[in-house]
């Protein structure tokens, strides 16, 4: 099994900054994708960004140009720089990781329990 545990919501004014965090720990022999997801009140979960083991990344467009992934491959975590935020920025983000447990195995996803990001106007 694999846990996937987020920090560093809060609640922040329009314009302002916050740095997400996710490690991953447990049964990992690798790391392919690492992804932020959210959702907000009364809507579908979203894609925010995702980043590969090579380090290759894709945004929201929504994000574009304000928000930041990086991550830490020998400590399995990944991290979302969030800048310029805007009140509909609101949500529940998520964390996500395909982990594959051996050498051979195919990948698993899995899922952090969120952390709660407020933007108030």
């Known amino acids: 099994q694999v846990q996937l545990v987020e920090s560093g919501g809060g609640l922040v004014q329009a314009g302002g900054s916050l740095r997400l965090s996710c490690a991953a720990s447990?049964?990992?022999?690798?790391?392919?994708?690492m992804g932020w997801y959210r959702q907000a009140p009364g809507k579908q979960r979203e894609l925010v960004a995702g980043?590969?083991?090579?380090?290759?990344?894709n945004y929201a467009d929504s994000v574009k140009g304000r928000f930041t992934i990086s991550r830490d491959n020998a400590k399995n975590t990944v991290y979302l720089q969030m800048n310029s935020l805007k009140p509909e920025d609101t949500a529940v983000y998520y964390c996500?990781?395909?982990?594959?447990?051996?050498?051979?195995?195919?990948?698993?996803?899995?899922w952090g329990q969120g952390t709660q990001v407020t933007v108030s106007s």
């Open positions: 980043i590969h083991s090579g380090g290759s990344t």
């Open positions: 447990g049964s990992i022999f690798s790391i392919n994708y």
């Open positions: 996500n990781a395909d982990v594959a447990h051996t050498i051979n195995s195919r990948s698993y996803g899995y």
